[in-house]
């Protein structure tokens, strides 16, 4: 497999247009393609691969499915002959962020949870070279 050429990014980011919203992100040496904070897409091998979504699948009519990678989920394969017709395959991206729930947020690193964990592995390696007590000769 052969990594995305920025031309064709390039290309992608000009059909779909000024919006706002939309932004790539270089993952793998590929691309993952966003619409606020949701990936909504994957750019791999010079091909799309749009998430999965009921109103995707039946924007595509007949979907084409395939994988950018032997275990990645099935995804929406949209060549780049569809590319050219801009305004449905802004409605795809659009119809895929609404079909999609909102990432998760992220959990806040604490520096309490790093300062317990780091004494915690302290706690087990003294555990681990605890000085063994001196015995002294018994005399008989």
Known sequence: PMSTRPETLAFLLDQL???????????????CVYMGDKP???????????????AGVAMMAPPVWGRFYDKA???????PERWEERGW????LEATAHALP???????????????KHSKAVDAQAKTV??????APVKR
């Open 17 to 31: 247009g000024d919006w706002p919203s939309l932004r790539t992100r270089r993952m793998f040496g590929e691309y």
């Open 40 to 54: 909504v897409a994957f750019v791999c091998d010079d091909l799309l691969y749009v998430k999965p979504t009921d």
């Open 73 to 79: 989920k099935p995804h929406l394969l949209v060549s």
């Open 102 to 116: 909102a990432p998760k947020p992220r959990m806040a690193r604490s520096s309490a949870s790093n300062s317990t």
């Open 89 to 92: 395959l802004r409605a795809l």
């Open 130 to 135: 605890t000085p063994r007590k001196r015995v």
